[in-house]
């Protein structure tokens, strides 16, 4: 399994971007796929997670504001992010999951490289 992020740039607070992932050797109609993001000197944390019934969870900090989605005839994931704030900047990670917490990075085993984020005031 690969995952591939990008999408990630440079936004104004208030502003938006769509973050995508494309993945090779398995399905995203399938199983569990999330959003991670780890900001400089802080620990990974969860920011989505979407199970192959719909149901899709967020972090408290991004409800309202950021949506997942999953394009299933390109086998990819995306992330609209809307009314950024400079808190949101980070590295952000797509991932598949293994078993375990959803909301806990340890619970994956593919990982996205990572596409920075970076939101100015």
């Known amino acids: 399994v690969q995952l591939q992020a990008s999408g990630g740039g440079l936004a104004q607070a208030g502003g938006s971007l769509r973050l995508s992932c494309a993945v090779s050797?398995?399905?995203?109609?399938?199983?569990?796929l999330a959003w991670f993001r780890q900001a400089p000197g802080k620990e990974r944390e969860f920011v989505t997670f979407s199970r192959s019934d719909g149901n899709t969870y967020y972090a408290d900090s991004v409800k309202g504001r950021f949506t997942f989605s999953r394009d299933n005839a390109k086998n990819t994931v995306s992330l609209q992010m809307n009314s950024l704030k400079p808190e949101d900047t980070a590295i952000y990670y797509c991932?598949?999951?293994?078993?375990?917490?959803?909301?806990?990075?340890?619970?994956?085993?593919?990982w996205g490289q990572g596409t920075q984020v970076t939101v100015s005031s």
């Open positions: 050797g398995r399905t995203v109609n399938s199983g569990v």
């Open positions: 991932a598949s999951y293994a078993s375990g917490v959803y909301y806990v990075p340890g619970s994956y085993n593919y």
